[in-house]
């Protein structure tokens, strides 16, 4: 009996390639985002100490009110610096997202392909066996009944 092959097995195999390629993008999406998420909670705590600093300098000692401008303007590049690492942010879980997206696609068209391979294989493997009885059945009923073989029994 001739092997089972799978006719669509080069796409099959540029597919799960794909999938592969997906599946590093993602990872790498999902690295980028981590650090986006450590940068924004490393500015926010920033921006915190700041604050504390201001606080403490503007409590103990009234400050002239240029001194007190300087201050604001320092908390204000903070939490300028905050909003723009957090807009990363968003931008680096928006592009994870997307990636996460086109890894599920890419996964869903390769397991398609391989269900469909595998219906096919099982029904080879069926047409295979029903074949094989059609040619033992025809051996069997084309044979002369062997005089030995009577004589045992």
């Known amino acids: 009996m001739k092997p089972f092959k799978f006719s669509l097995q080069r796409i ?19 690295q980028h985002e981590a650090t986006q998420r ?62 996460d997206q086109l890894f599920a696609e890419a996964r869903m068209a390769r397991r398609t392909l391989e269900k469909l391979r595998e219906r096919r294989e099982a029904d080879h493997a069926l047409e295979t066996g029903r074949e094989e009885q059609r040619d033992l059945d025809e051996l069997t009923r084309r044979s002369p009944k062997d005089p030995d073989m009577e004589r045992t029994a």
């Open 38 to 99: 450590r940068t924004s909670e490393a500015q926010a705590e920033q921006l915190e100490q700041v604050h504390e600093q201001v606080e403490q300098q503007t409590g103990t000692h009234p400050a002239a009110a240029g001194l007190h401008h300087a201050y604001r303007l320092t908390v204000d590049a903070a939490e300028a610096r905050l909003e723009a690492v957090e807009e990363a942010l968003r931008e680096a879980e928006g592009r994870r997202a997307e990636e």
């Open 12 to 30: 099959l195999d540029l597919r799960a390639a794909a999938e592969r390629q997906q599946a590093s993008a993602l990872g790498d999406a999902l």
